[in-house]
């Protein structure tokens, strides 16, 4: 079923993961990155000034050049979105999902997803997180078989949730927190075809006054709805929906946590750039990639000293 | 006596200082930057291909842009050696000297020196350390009061030592080890005041059979000169030197270890580049010269949180 197999998908397409994927690729290593140069924060600067060697220039110029470099030395890069991860024990080898229902399979990955997370804004969610409220299916959603469940969230991310959780219940519905649904055909189809109701609904609060009454979300229209549980996928999987999938470490404020080597908490996952938390900063996040690509290739080549001289 | 006063001091004109001196000026900081481009692994490079945006371009080409970058926003940068730090306590005042006798005074400094540790190939040398044979004056000198003292190297960082040891003794001899001595027009002078003798003869082993002992140097024409103690200043001033000047905490490499903002284990002292080991690239300098940057930018104005947009 996999789309293809590589030794390394880097996720993210900004300046940690394009800087990441040159090194890996230079090294001979055959090197998958996914993502969307369009999302990542350069694209906003109109002149760069605090880059060594890139003063004054555009942020779209420097993208563009970024992803031609990255090519050039024979990584393949596609434009397209993470949906779902998981590492297989004992093979230890990861398989990546994209919104186009596509698999690909690796053997390391680098998390360059950038900062993304996004607040529902219902009331509650905090609160009753663990206790009714989830954040990643592959992790909670056993506790819902046959169940009635909720998932809030309006793009390819919450259908992916939504598709995986099929997998428990057939009772699912999507409500899109008042935005419009922005998902691709692949997942579309799924749902469609698993039956998953879909609506604009914009939730206010959710309440659960005891461990074994349900879940009701108070809507903006002054309606409610009882739910067995509900799972939070708001825009793209964040460092919290990979952190749940993979079970990486974060720190108090959400960042993943990687020593000075670039590696995370679980073995072949490495990350980069702003995810890590730190100076948001270009030139700190194409270190970054560059100490997890050499940390990950001295890994995977079974050697302790590697230099890309030029 | 200091030649001027300012926020930062960067030691080091590599990709790594280079970089931290940029943000730190685009900080609105008074910065300098004291090193030589040309000693850059950097100027090697025919062709860079592994640092993102720079695909392609020369070394040369990539330094003098750098050094063009770090004035356009207001650092002051001089191409010169480094022979002496030390910090001012209470203070907290760096006071920092260039081989032509000149200070400046800064509230942090950036070490972004590279890996320029050079041996002396002289037997006994690593056995006799801390017990005859020293790397640091301004830790050391003290216990040498009127006694005879070696000092090998040949170039201001050894000049600069021999100079701080004549508050101690008068009787100094530097040995530059079979090499040309290089040695600017002020140090020279302080050397000729002080009635340093100066030889290039080289060392082939340090002898000294008990504590109470003399420290005999063997030498290549064979023959055999008594001290009482040596101090080994070769090259320029390297991690070892600083780090003995400073009571910086080095690895077990001889890395200065810093922290992920990039802060040593003294106050005031940050890090960035090859001279914190780990992967020996541009990308990883640059990088870690701007977390050291963003670090002391925050320390400075005391503030918890800055970023530098573009």
Redesign the interface.
């Known amino acids: 079923m996999a789309e293809g197999e590589f030794d390394v998908i880097v996720i993210g397409a900004g300046?940690a993961g394009?800087?990441s994927a040159?090194?890996i690729a230079?090294a001979n290593l055959k090197t998958l990155v996914i993502g969307d140069p369009e999302k990542s924060e350069l694209i906003k600067?109109?002149?760069?000034?605090?880059?060594?060697?890139?003063?004054g220039?555009g942020g779209r110029e420097?993208l563009d050049?970024?992803i031609?470099?990255v090519e050039?030395?024979g990584a393949m890069a596609i434009v397209n979105e993470v949906v779902h991860i998981a590492k297989d024990e004992p093979s230890g080898i990861f398989t990546v999902k994209t919104a186009d229902a596509k698999e690909y399979s690796a053997r390391a990955v680098v998390l360059a997803i950038g900062v993304s997370y996004v607040q529902s804004g219902i009331k509650g969610e905090k609160e009753l997180s663990g206790k009714g409220v989830h954040y990643c299916v592959a992790c909670d959603g056993y506790f819902y078989k046959g169940k009635k469940v909720l998932v809030v969230g309006s793009g390819n991310y919450a259908a992916e949730e939504a598709i995986e959780l099929l997998a428990y219940t057939s009772d699912i519905t999507i409500i899109s927190n008042g935005r419009e649904f922005a998902i691709s055909p692949e997942l579309m189809a799924g749902l469609q075809k698993g039956s998953v109701k879909m609506r604009k609904d914009r939730g206010t609060e959710f309440i659960k006054p005891s461990a074994s009454a349900k879940l009701t979300l108070a809507k903006k229209d002054g309606t409610k709805e009882d739910f067995d549980g509900a799972f939070v996928a708001l825009g793209t999987a964040s460092t919290v929906g990979f952190a749940n999938k993979l079970g990486l470490e974060l720190d108090k404020d959400g960042f993943i946590v990687i020593g000075?080597?670039g590696m995370t908490s679980v073995d072949g996952v490495y990350a980069a750039g702003s995810c890590t938390g730190?100076?948001?900063?270009m030139?700190?996040?194409?270190?970054?990639?560059?100490?997890a690509a050499?940390s990950i290739i001295k890994k995977l080549r079974g050697i302790d000293n590697?230099?890309?001289?030029?």
Chains 1, 2 share one sequence.
Do not use: H, W
Not at 45 to 55: M, P
Not at 306 to 310: A, G, I, M
């Open positions: 300046p394009m800087s040159v090194f230079r600067a109109e002149s760069v000034g605090n880059y060594l060697f890139a003063n220039r420097l050049e970024g031609a470099q050039k030395y000075r080597n730190g100076a948001l900063q030139a700190k996040s194409v270190g970054e990639g560059c100490v050499i590697y230099s890309d001289l030029t």
